[in-house]
């Protein structure tokens, strides 16, 4: 088969607009909206949030850049590309991202369940005046329910599943056509109104005035932490998103456009947030739980507060369902790439079998809740630290190392300039992956496994 009909038989996006909603998709998720609000609010605001911005540009861009060229240059599957540009040990790197892909979509479902399960209860009209003494209880009714939160974390899968047997471009590209703008729009209309509610100067003040007495190592190193997550980087998805790429798609473009994108809708997340936060008087720093027991009890209190919850949780699965399908798409392309299976086939056993890895995860605050994985986590917490704190900063730095030590000058510009495209920000971006993102990553690492 010519090279040219077996890239059109993998797949390929129909335009620049659909790999940027595609590539945005990935990386707008639950990182966006439920993390980076209450990590922004732990470690102290606007300091945090500018420091957060530094990492993206000097670590994330370059590294998203470097994942979309190593996946368009070779239009393969992370093992794949891997294999073929070097082969010998590098390999390891693409299972270490086809791994990640199961760990990561094994908990993700089973956070996005309790999402879509927000989302059911905001239609019935659960966070109203009516009901405000049971809305307290909600989460923990919803975590001490094994059932219930298999069940959402199944229709959850099943939706995922759906949407990647659909293929590249009437699967993935379309859904995240039809998914994202409405995400923005909402997005934008929470945070205008938040803006323009009592609380929304405050919100404004605490997320953009720096305090830098606030930023601590730790408070750094949990920035950079967070920029690879929210990024969707050092996994392959992005390296499978930009094999799906036809020659002549602006690769700088698209990864600066999508990393600008990933962080505006944090940033507004975190206005639409906060401005209720703090109109009723809430203390900013409430951790995990802001999303899932402050905000609905907020919700309960406030006029229209139905209206904002449907929209809100809407919010929620919709940018929870443009990530999780690129986690599944990773470890699908890998089995028709290099196993030669059919889409159809990969798609139905691989989403079973990741939902199965993740019912571990679901029974972790009931059934489980005894069984301590690494430390005093369970199951659900252990994983994901698992997965964010080690797999992804490792598969970031050797994507970064492979990029600026052993892909040459020839093949990596060679590549990023096809067509008509010209990067005049080469020797800038050269310089950032060769040097700034392995030394960067590379500290966080090593901070995470206590190191130093
Ligand atoms: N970027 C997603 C988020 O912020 O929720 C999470 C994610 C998706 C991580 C895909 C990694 C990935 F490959």
């Known amino acids: 088969m010519s090279e040219y009909s077996s890239k059109q038989k993998r797949g390929l996006w129909t335009s620049r607009f659909g790999f940027i909603m595609a590539s945005a998709g990935s990386a707008i998720g639950l990182g966006n909206i439920w993390k980076f609000p209450y990590i922004a609010g732990m470690h102290g605001g606007g300091a945090f949030v500018l420091f957060f911005i530094f990492c993206i540009i000097t670590v994330g861009i370059p590294i998203m850049i470097s994942e979309m060229v190593i996946g368009r240059h070779t239009h393969k599957d992370p093992v794949g590309a891997f294999k073929k540009i070097r082969g010998g040990a590098w390999v390891i790197v693409g299972w270490l991202g086809v791994t990640a892909g199961f760990v990561i979509l094994s908990y993700y479902c089973v956070v996005a369940g309790w999402a879509v399960d927000y989302l059911w209860l905001a ?97 750094m190193l949990e920035a950079l932490g967070h920029a690879f997550f929210s990024l969707s980087l050092g996994m392959g998805a992005m390296l499978t998103y930009g094999s799906y790429a036809d020659e002549g798609t602006n690769i700088p473009k698209v990864a600066i456009t999508v990393s600008i994108m990933d962080t505006c809708v944090a940033l507004l997340s975190g206005i639409a947030i906060f401005s209720i936060v703090f109109t009723y008087g809430i203390e900013p720093a409430a951790g995990p739980g802001l999303v899932f027991k402050t905000l609905p009890i907020l919700f309960s209190q406030m006029p229209g507060g139905t209206l904002i919850a449907i929209l809100f949780f809407l919010l929620l699965v919709f940018a929870a369902l443009t990530s999780s399908i690129s986690l599944l798409e990773v470890v699908v392309a890998y089995y028709c790439d290099e196993k030669k299976w059919g889409r159809k086939k990969a798609t139905l056993f ?18 489980l809740k005894d069984v301590h994985f690494i430390g005093d986590r369970n199951f659900l917490d252990s994983i994901d630290l698992l997965a964010t704190n080690y797999i992804l900063p490792l598969g970031g730095l050797f994507i970064a190392i492979f990029t600026g030590w052993i892909l040459t000058t020839r093949l990596a510009k060679g590549e990023i300039e096809k067509g008509e495209v010209r990067f005049q920000l080469y020797p800038a971006w050269h310089f950032l992956i060769k040097y700034v993102s392995p030394v960067l990553v590379a500290l966080v690492f090593l901070n995470k496994i206590g190191l130093f």
Do not use: C, Y
Request: net charge neutral; hydrophobic share 55%; proline share 6%.
């Open 123 to 219: 239609l019935q009209g659960t966070f109203t005046a009516q009901h405000a003494q049971q809305v307290p209880q909600l989460f923990a009714g919803l975590l001490s329910s094994d059932l219930s939160q298999l069940l959402w974390q199944a229709l959850f899968m099943g939706m995922t599943i759906l949407i990647v047997m659909g293929g590249v471009s009437s699967g993935l590209e379309l859904a995240n056509k039809v998914m994202m703008p409405i995400l923005f729009f909402i997005l934008l209309f929470l945070a205008i109104r938040g803006i323009f509610s009592p609380g929304g100067e405050k919100a404004l003040t605490f997320l953009f005035s720096p305090q830098w007495s606030k930023l601590d190592p730790p408070a």
């Open 350 to 367: 691989m989403g079973f079998i990741i939902f199965l890895l993740g019912v571990p995860s679901a029974l972790s605050n009931n059934l």
